[in-house]
């Protein structure tokens, strides 16, 4: 069956191409490279053994999407294709709104009329706002969240949640990603942040790398166990992974019409001060550090209960947090 995967080419994009593939199904990617590299491509073809067709289309494009429903008999679509820096949503606000919601609309007005009902959704625990209680389970309450860009992904769900509930044959999940880390095993494909990196673990890799100077651990006076900020890091093969499970659940699902939201982390949190121990561990080598003040927007801790998503999608995160930062640190060694 074919998917049609929007961002494809993305982090979390081409490492689900990976799974989808090795799942028995035929990915197919549409992406306008607008924060991703042609040569993704490249390293999915030497992992896959053969090249994925790619369309580099812009998804708030209808007519692009049409032309691609027309020609290919898609199955199912995973969404992950949007502007996702936190910081730069904030200055832009028009430009999240525009992108992340219009491409939603334009994904589901062609979709509809296409008969395509099955539909997987990126979306991310930044829905949770600074949750109250710990850990997160679906039913906490969602609150506006942090930044715009946590917003449009709010907006997203519910975008979802309406269309189901106002009686259109969808099937719709979405996942809640918390913090997704790590690479292919094979060095292949893994995280490309343009510029200096927002996340954690690129600006980790990047400063072992010597590219960056050192880290600065943004706050140590957090109400935690070690004063950093604690955080669910799940690999991204993991995470690919949960995709495939959530396909898979759709296409199983009896009834026509379908709404949910599921958690995809690991459960377990970890603080910035863990990650640099662990990963001064994996690396064989000290990290240069400094404790510098708190990130405006940060929460002081979240880390998902996944009890649903286990149970639903029959699946669990597998790989260890060891194993996330080797891998991670084995492809920035790759694209030194
Ligand atoms: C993790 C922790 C920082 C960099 C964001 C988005 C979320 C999702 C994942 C898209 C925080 C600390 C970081 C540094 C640091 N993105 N840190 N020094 O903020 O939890 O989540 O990315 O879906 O939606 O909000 O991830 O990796 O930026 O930060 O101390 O140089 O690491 O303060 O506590 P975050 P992050």
Redesign the pocket.
């Known amino acids: 069956m074919n998917v049609l995967v929007t961002g494809g080419a993305g982090f979390i994009g081409s490492h689900t191409v990976v799974a989808l593939h090795e799942a028995g199904f035929n990915p197919i990617i549409i992406d306008d490279f607008s924060n991703s590299q042609r040569s993704v491509l490249d390293g999915l073809e030497q992992i896959i053994g053969k090249r994925i067709t790619c369309y580099e289309e812009n998804c708030c494009d209808p007519k692009a999407l049409a032309a691609i429903f027309d020609t290919e008999k898609i199955g199912g679509v995973i969404h992950f294709a949007a502007h996702?820096a936190?910081g730069e949503s904030m200055e832009q606000p028009l430009k999240y709104y525009r992108n992340n919601l219009d491409s939603i609309l334009s994904l589901l007005e062609t979709m509809v009329p296409a008969g395509v009902k099955n539909l997987i959704f990126?979306s991310?625990?930044?829905v949770y706002g600074n949750p109250e209680q710990l850990p997160v389970t679906e039913n906490t309450p969602v609150q506006a969240a942090?930044?715009v860009?946590?917003n449009t992904?709010r907006i997203g769900e519910e975008i979802f949640r309406d269309l189901v509930s106002t009686g259109h044959p969808m099937k719709i999940i979405s996942l809640r990603?918390?913090?997704?880390i790590g690479a292919h095993p094979s060095a292949l494909i893994g995280e490309l942040p343009s510029g200096v990196?927002?996340?954690?673990?690129p600006?980790v890799t990047q400063t072992a790398a010597g590219i960056r100077k050192e880290?600065?651990?943004?706050?140590t006076d957090y109400d935690t166990s070690d004063g950093?900020?604690i955080?669910d890091y799940i690999h991204v093969m993991d995470l690919a992974d949960a995709h495939v499970a959530a396909i898979r659940r759709l296409l199983d699902l009896p009834m026509p019409i379908h709404y949910d939201v599921l958690n995809v982390g690991t459960g377990n949190g970890n603080s910035?001060l863990e990650?640099i121990k662990t990963f001064e561990k994996v690396s064989g080598q000290p990290l240069p550090y400094v404790l510098?003040k708190?990130?405006p927007?940060?929460?002081p801790s979240?880390y998902a209960d996944v009890t649903k998503s286990t149970e639903k999608l029959n699946w669990k995160a597998t790989r260890s947090l060891e194993e996330s930062l080797a891998d991670a640190w084995r492809w920035q060694q790759r694209i030194l």
């Open positions: 996702k936190v990126s991310s625990c930044t942090m930044s860009y946590g992904k990603y918390f913090n997704p990196p927002n996340n954690l673990v600006f880290l600065t651990v943004y706050g950093s900020c955080r910035v990650i510098g708190r990130r927007g940060d929460i979240i």
